[in-house]
């Protein structure tokens, strides 16, 4: 009787040891911080997710002097890593004066070190986020 307890409590301890490490395999690289470039147009940006191929920032876009519908993250914003360019597949729409939403990468593997540049949004003209 007492050797099904032990194993009782065995077994509940590894399937707790494997969800907690799934928990974490899920989430690693999830705890970036979150970079900011302030100006005229305020932009913070933060890698949230890697998941399937898929390279997710959360970025939030500010600004109380430029109409930002005018301005396109698709064609604006690159992922760079070891020299290679991305172009993001997804990317909020610009509209007024705030935006937030997702932007989104397509890469094969999770790097260690990577930037995003955001290009020509007033006033400054080449923004640099790297991790």
Same mark, same amino acid.
């Not at 194993?7 to 590894?14: D, E, F, R």
């Not at 970025?59 to 109380?64: L, S, V």
């Not at 729409?93 to 995003?116: A, M």
């Given at each position: 009787?007492? =050797?099904?307890?032990?194993?009782?409590?065995?077994?509940?301890?590894?399937?707790?040891?494997? @969800?907690?490490?799934?928990?974490?395999?899920?989430?690693?690289?999830?705890?970036?911080?979150?970079? =900011?470039?302030?100006?005229?147009?305020?932009?913070?940006?933060?890698?949230? *997710?890697?998941?399937?191929?898929?390279?997710?920032?959360?970025?939030?876009?500010?600004?109380? *002097?430029?109409?930002?519908?005018?301005?396109?993250?698709?064609?604006?914003?690159?992922?760079? @890593?070891?020299?290679?360019?991305?172009?993001?597949? =997804?990317?909020?729409?610009?509209?007024?004066?705030?935006?937030?939403?997702?932007?989104?990468?397509?890469?094969?593997?999770?790097?260690?070190?990577?930037?995003?540049? @955001?290009?020509? @949004?007033?006033?400054?003209?080449?923004?640099?986020?790297?991790?």
């Amino acid at each position: 009787m007492k =050797t099904n307890y032990i194993l009782i409590i065995l077994v509940v301890l590894v399937v707790a040891g494997v @969800i907690f490490a799934y928990s974490a395999f899920q989430n690693a690289g999830t705890d970036y911080e979150k970079k =900011t470039s302030q100006s005229a147009v305020n932009i913070v940006l933060a890698p949230k *997710t890697f998941d399937k191929g898929s390279f997710s920032f959360d970025i939030n876009i500010d600004t109380h *002097t430029v109409e930002l519908s005018q301005f396109d993250l698709k064609e604006l914003a690159t992922l760079e @890593i070891n020299g290679e360019e991305f172009k993001p597949i =997804t990317a909020p729409v610009l509209n007024g004066h705030h935006t937030s939403g997702s932007l989104v990468f397509n890469i094969e593997e999770k790097p260690k070190i990577f930037s995003v540049v @955001i290009k020509d @949004i007033p006033d400054i003209s080449l923004r640099r986020f790297s991790w």
